[in-house]
């Protein structure tokens, strides 16, 4: 029968001095259980997306989430990490065990906690996600290999700068409705398109607002089997999910099209019998602005090297076509490494429920999901829909 995403929470993602990991896990996962109107008791099995790999000293903390109620004591729970698709991965393995049989109800926790550490560690933490002897060992950081991507990119197709600009601004604009986003400030397209003390270089041709925040934040999900998802007050249905991986290495792939990707949009369209042209909104992963726009061709919007095109015409504007990251994005809400997957789902929940706020795109009925661990390494796509 599949699973339904039967309540959430969300909290808001900036940089947060006084929680820690264990309050950012426990408050949403609270918060999440009371959403969908179930007993603790009744969550059969718990999943944690959360990269850490240095950003908090607690490095075994998938049990912190029972904290949250004592009704989750003796529940199986597991911590899932695939670097930046830590939250998808999360939410497929409840998914999995759901779709198995192991269990009807599973709470599904992304979290992350960045600012604790230095931004140099940061980038040290994020960089050891890369083929590390071919790349952090050398030197490059993920800011460095996007900024390889849009060179390659410029190099086949022209130089894009203005493009990256435009979808940096459209997505800052598109924070300022999102109450949980990190930037809520509608920076223009003038200020991102122009190199300044305020927007330096970051890895030519990146600038800093091409790039994603450093961010604490959680998200939650309960997840239902779809044979009683009647029983809650509202359910979204995983009409088909697919994850594809690629080679780590960069050496052994052509990373600037975005192949995985591609077969990962391809694989979850197809089986969920349906076109692109039947979504209502998507959400994709905008760590950097390159991202997005090879995104864009990946899906099937644009032919490669045309991507373009839909930012210019305003298909993926707000009321356009097909709204791209109408909550802000990573750009704009933030990138709390494990709690981004989850996330994605939840806003994409919402819209699907008409719950969405000021973020609300009309008639919202199909919904899209890309999540990306790695340079298009672990890529998982989602394509929901409301189920009553």
Known sequence: MGTC?????????????Q???????????REAIAHAEVPAAAIDTIWLGNLNGGFVPEIFCSSLALQ???????????????????????????????????????????????????GPEVTRVLGSASYVRE???????????????AQAYFARHGDHSGTLARIAAKNHANGVRNPWAQMRKDLGFEFCNTVSDKNPL???????TDCSLVSD???????????????????????????????????????????????????????AGCTLDDLSFAEVHDCFTIAELLSYEAMGLAAPGQGARVVEDGTVARGGRLP????????????????TGVSMHVLSAMQLCGEAGDMQVPGARLGGVFNMGGLAVANYVSVLERAR
């Open 135 to 149: 790349e952090a060992a050398r030197g490059l950081t993920f800011p460095g290999i996007f900024g390889l991507i």
């Open 202 to 208: 970051i890895a030519a041709p990146l600038r800093k």
């Open 324 to 339: 791209v990251n109408i909550s802000g994005g990573l750009k704009a809400k933030g990138h709390p490494i494990g709690a």
């Open 19 to 29: 929680l820690d990991i264990e309050a950012l896990i426990t408050g949403v996962a």
């Open 5 to 17: 995403i039967v309540g959430w929470a969300h909290s808001p993602f900036g940089r947060f001095d």
């Open 217 to 271: 934040g959680a998200a939650a999900l309960v997840l239902a089997d779809a044979s009683i998802a009647r029983q809650f007050p509202r359910a979204v249905r995983f009409r088909s999910r697919v994850q594809v991986n690629d080679f780590l290495p960069m050496s052994r792939r052509d990373a600037a099209s975005f192949e995985g990707p591609r077969r990962a949009w391809r694989q979850a369209l197809a089986a």
């Open 68 to 118: 949250a109620d004592d009704g989750l004591r003796w529940t199986p729970a597991t911590r899932v990490e695939n670097a930046c698709a830590s939250g998808a991965a999360a939410v497929f393995a409840a998914c999995d065990a759901i779709e198995a049989g192991r269990a009807k109800i599973a709470l599904v926790v992304g979290a992350e906690k960045m600012s604790g550490i230095s």
